[in-house]
């Protein structure tokens, strides 16, 4: 029998301190399997899907192997994406409180290389980021890796997927022969296999079943393809959620169906492989803010995204792989909370969906197109919105800064401000929506840190 308690292992004091002030006292499955092994030292391999707990799993132990006081990079965490590599860092170093000074860079694409450069010349501990900027930062002599303990392939499935198979080759040439590298991914494809069997030493393998969670209301429709786009506000109109996002399989039929919902008077954004990384980061922001109703989204495009409440999943394209559809639906109903699904499945479409219902052993209950109430538009006000500032970590922009700014003259209280995002140069801030004109006016006309910055209002 696994026990669940993180006190069964052999951490820290501080460790299980700062895990019982982050309110983890239980380990989630992936966590109580693959703990034991990789704080022994084993290679891994986890096969468990978003949201299962698996950053916190490996962070633990790349954490406990570090020696704090010998300034070289001993952990390297690979991500496929800018915003997973983020999600992944923000997450070390709250588990890193537990450890006295630990030195946590990202280092990613879309983000100039003289910054890093300029960071990577004082060392670090834990380096976090993307396949391709990584190999860049070693072939420029800026990263090295010679005394590296610790390898983390995190979402090894879409870095495959994205083309970084030659990245992650070369990146292999530089780091230790003696080491320990832990493998995740949703999927557990024969190129998977292959890469294991490549790059780790008899992996201990742990299996987290991937079925979608019982607080999670799963149907699907079925219609034609044209209908797509009306079953689409009929479902928002009916279930009225405070935030949605709806999948699709093609960048075209992202920005098509975030047209449409525009059209429709739906307060939407759309994240695909065509966006910049500043209009990506804007966009993330904006929703998990809850600045927008609705986000349109590849899978791709998608990975990393955190919502810790998102309240339907609609499946605008059946998922052409199983997995793909559970790692899409398991991103509702989280935390306890009820989470509903919705497949809508045109004639083709059919033999993916029996795909998933033999992959989860489950039967989604089929609709009919004519059983739903039809609308032309759709009224979801988001109750937030989202202001910018233009300064962020390289400016020493703090959150404590903005809030400060915000409420200093008492006309507006701290209770109607929400998340606080600081970036590398830009910040977010999310105001009560009757609220964002007046913060808006505030942060225009009052200095933040004894400088006008400039801000602006995202509708």
């Not at 100039?112 to 501990?125: D, I």
């Not at 590298?181 to 780790?200: C, D, G, N, R, W």
């Not at 004639?347 to 992959?359: C, P, Q, S, V, Y």
């Not at 489950?362 to 609709?367: F, L, Q, W």
């Amino acid at each position: 029998m696994v026990t669940s308690a993180f006190t069964s292992l052999p951490l820290s004091k501080p460790c299980v301190d700062n895990l019982n002030q982050l309110g983890f006292t239980e380990m989630t499955p992936i966590q109580a399997q693959a703990l034991p092994a990789i704080l022994r030292g084993d290679d891994v391999v986890g096969q468990a899907k978003t949201g299962s707990g698996k950053t916190v799993a490996f962070g633990l132990g790349l954490l406990s192997h570090l020696d704090p006081k010998r300034m070289q990079t001993q952990a390297l965490v690979l991500c496929p994406t800018r915003e997973l590599a983020d999600q992944v860092t923000k997450v070390l170093r709250q588990l890193a409180r537990a450890w006295p000074n630990v030195k946590i860079l990202t280092l990613c694409g879309g983000m100039p290389m003289r910054a890093q450069t300029g960071s990577l010349e004082h060392g670090c501990h834990i380096a976090v980021g993307t396949p391709g900027r990584i190999r860049k930062h070693l072939e420029n002599g800026n990263l090295h890796l010679d005394r590296l303990e610790t390898l983390v392939l995190d979402e090894a499935d879409r870095m495959l997927d994205m083309g970084f198979e030659d990245d992650i080759n070369a990146i292999m040439g530089d780091v230790p022969h003696q080491r320990q590298t832990l493998l995740f991914s949703a999927t557990y494809p024969t190129e998977i296999e292959a890469m294991t069997a490549k790059v780790q030493s008899q992996p201990v393998m742990v299996k987290i079943d991937s079925e979608p969670s019982n607080d999670i209301e799963q149907s699907a429709i079925e219609l034609s393809p044209a209908q797509k786009p009306t079953a689409l506000l009929a479902l928002l109109a009916q279930h009225q959620p405070e935030s949605t996002v709806v999948f699709c399989n093609t960048r075209i039929a992202c920005q098509n169906v975030a047209d449409d919902l525009h059209d429709a008077g739906v307060s939407v954004l759309e994240l695909h492989g065509d966006l910049d990384q500043q209009e990506r980061d804007r966009t993330l922001v904006r929703f998990s803010n809850k600045s927008a109703s609705v986000l349109v989204a590849t899978d791709v495009a998608a990975r990393g995204l955190d919502i810790k409440s998102l309240a339907m999943v609609v499946n605008y394209d059946i998922a052409f792989e199983p997995e793909v559809h559970v790692h899409r639906v398991g991103r509702t109903g989280r935390a306890g909370e009820q989470g509903v699904a919705v497949s809508l499945c045109s004639g083709n479409e059919t033999k993916r969906l029996l795909a998933i219902e033999d992959l989860a052993g489950v039967d989604i209950p089929r609709e009919s197109f004519d059983s739903l109430n039809l609308v032309t538009h759709v009224d979801l006000t988001p109750p937030m919105m989202t202001i910018s500032i233009g300064a962020g970590r390289k400016s020493k922009m703090r959150p404590g800064d903005i809030l400060g700014a915000l409420t200093a003259d008492k006309t507006l209280s701290g209770k109607v401000v929400g998340n606080i995002h600081v970036g590398d140069r830009l910040s977010y801030v999310a105001i009560e929506r009757e609220h964002a004109k007046n913060a808006l006016h505030i942060l225009q006309r009052d200095k933040i840190k004894g400088r006008n910055l400039i801000v602006k209002l995202h509708k």
